[in-house]
C-alpha cells in the first residue's frame, strides 16, 4: 500500500519593491568587551571596504578626465573594467512567544556589511562577494565569502564560472524539488533577504549552448550541505527525544567528502520554458543516523523535470522530482529516510503594477511507506 504525505498548499502576496540596505532596526543594548572589541573589528573592515571602493571610485575618474586631454574632437573615454557596490545593514527579530528551550528570545541582532567587486573585460569577469557582521547570538565576528571566481567563455558557445558561486534553477518559490544546490535555512528562518537563502559552494560550471538543448552542468569536488537548523537558533525535533530540542548544538553531523554532480537540460520553444534534471550527491541536511547513531547526510539520486509558460495573463509552472535513497533502497531502515516523488503546480500574476499574487500546490509520496511503518522505531507518530 502506498501513502502520500500530507499536502501542503502555499499562498504568497508578494509586494514587490525595490532592493534597499535592508532595516536599520538594531536592539540598543551595553556592549561588553566581548562584543566592543567585536564592533571595533567590523568597524575596521567596513573602512576597509569602503577605502577600496573609493579608490575605485577615484580611477573612474581619472580614467574619465585625464590630465593630458587637449580637447581634441575624440570624446571617447576608456571606462574602468572595475565596479563595486556595498551597503550596510541592521536587522533585528524575536520570538512573539517565549520558548523555554532558550535563555534568550531573540533570533537576529546583528550589524552587517555587505562588499562586491566585479572586473571584466572581453576575456575573463571576476566577482568578489563578501559579508561581515556582528551578531549577539554569535561568539566571534562572523565573515561569509560569498563569491570568489572567474568567468569566461570556450569554444564561443560554451560559458564557465570557476570558483565559490552560488547556484539556483528550478521553478518553485522557495520549493526546491531539483535545486540540490545548498541552502542556508538558519538566515531565512532569522528573517534575512531572500537572497541570503541561497548558499554558496566551491565548484566549476559549465553552460553550454546547442541548437537542439543547452545543457549545464555543475561540479562541486566537496559535497556542501545546507546551513540547516541545528539547535542553536531555532529548535528542532528529535524522533530520539519524541520532542523538540533547543537552545544547544544539538546536531553535529560528520562532514560529507564525497562530489556532488549536477546537470540540466533546457530549451526555451515558443516561449515554454522545458528542462530535464540530474542530480548525484547527498542529502543537503543531515536527515540519516548511522550505526553509531549520529547524524549524517545520506547519499541519494534526484531525477526531474519542470514545464514553464504564460496561461492568461500570468505564468504557470509544473515541476515534478523522484529523490532516490541510495541508503534505503528498500525503504526498511527507519534511520535513513525513503525515498520520494515530489510535485508542484504554480501560478504568479501582476494584479496591480509591483504587486504581484502567487499560489503553489506542493506534494511528497513517500515511496515504500508501509515498509518504513513496518520497520519505525515509533509508527504512532
Known amino acids: 500500500m502506498k501513502k502520500t504525505t500530507p499536502i501542503t498548499v502555499i499562498t504568497r502576496l508578494d509586494r514587490v519593491i525595490q532592493s534597499g540596505a535592508g532595516s536599520n532596526e538594531v536592539r540598543k543594548q551595553n556592549l561588553s568587551p566581548r562584543s566592543s572589541e567585536r564592533l571595533l573589528n567590523l568597524t575596521w573592515l567596513i573602512c576597509l571596504g569602503l577605502l577600496l571602493s573609493f579608490n575605485l571610485m577615484a580611477q573612474d575618474n581619472k580614467d574619465e578626465w585625464p590630465e593630458d586631454d587637449d580637447w581634441g574632437d575624440d570624446w571617447d573615454v576608456a571606462e574602468s573594467p572595475w565596479s563595486q557596490s556595498g551597503f550596510l545593514e541592521g536587522a533585528y527579530g524575536t520570538r512573539i512567544d517565549n520558548d523555554r528551550l532558550f535563555s534568550n528570545q531573540t533570533t537576529l541582532s546583528e550589524l552587517r556589511w555587505h562588499q562586491q567587486f566585479q572586473y571584466s573585460d572581453d576575456k575573463v569577469d571576476f566577482n568578489w562577494t563578501y559579508d561581515v557582521w556582528v551578531d549577539e547570538l554569535e561568539e566571534d565576528l562572523q565573515f561569509d565569502l560569498r563569491e570568489l571566481n572567474f568567468r569566461f567563455s570556450l569554444f564561443g558557445q560554451t560559458d564557465v564560472v570557476l570558483g565559490r558561486q552560488i547556484s539556483t534553477w528550478g521553478t518553485g518559490d522557495l520549493l526546491f524539488i531539483n535545486d540540490m544546490f545548498p541552502k542556508d535555512w538558519q538566515s531565512f528562518f532569522s528573517g534575512r533577504d531572500d537572497n541570503y537563502l541561497k548558499a554558496p559552494a566551491d565548484a566549476l560550471r559549465f ?121 534505503d533502497k528498500q525503504g526498511n531502515n527507519p534511520l535513513v529516510p525513503n525515498s520520494q516523488w515530489r510535485f508542484l503546480v504554480g501560478y504568479e500574476r501582476e494584479l496591480i503594477k509591483k504587486l504581484n499574487w502567487g499560489t503553489q500546490y506542493y506534494v511528497e509520496h513517500t515511496v515504500d511507506y508501509d515498509a518504513f511503518i513496518a520497520n519505525s522505531f515509533s509508527p504512532n507518530t
Open 207 to 327: 553552460t553550454s549552448y546547442f541548437k537542439p538543448v543547452n545543457v549545464d552542468v555543475v561540479i562541486t569536488p566537496r559535497a556542501e550541505p545546507d546551513r540547516f537548523i541545528n539547535g542553536e537558533r531555532f529548535a528542532l525535533f528529535s524522533p530520539f527525544a519524541q520532542g523538540h530540542v533547543g537552545g544547544f548544538e544539538a546536531i553535529n553531523p560528520r562532514n560529507p567528502h564525497d562530489p556532488e554532480y549536477a546537470i540540466r537540460l533546457f530549451k526555451n520553444y515558443k516561449g515554454h520554458q522545458m528542462a530535464l534534471y540530474g542530480y548525484h550527491g547527498i542529502d543537503k541536511s543531515p536527515t540519516g543516523v548511522d550505526a553509531n547513531f549520529l547524524p549524517y547526510f545520506p547519499k541519494k539520486n534526484v531525477f526531474g523535470a519542470s514545464f514553464q509558460s504564460t496561461l492568461g495573463q500570468g505564468l504557470y509552472n509544473i515541476e515534478v522530482g523522484y529523490h532516490q535513497a541510495l541508503d
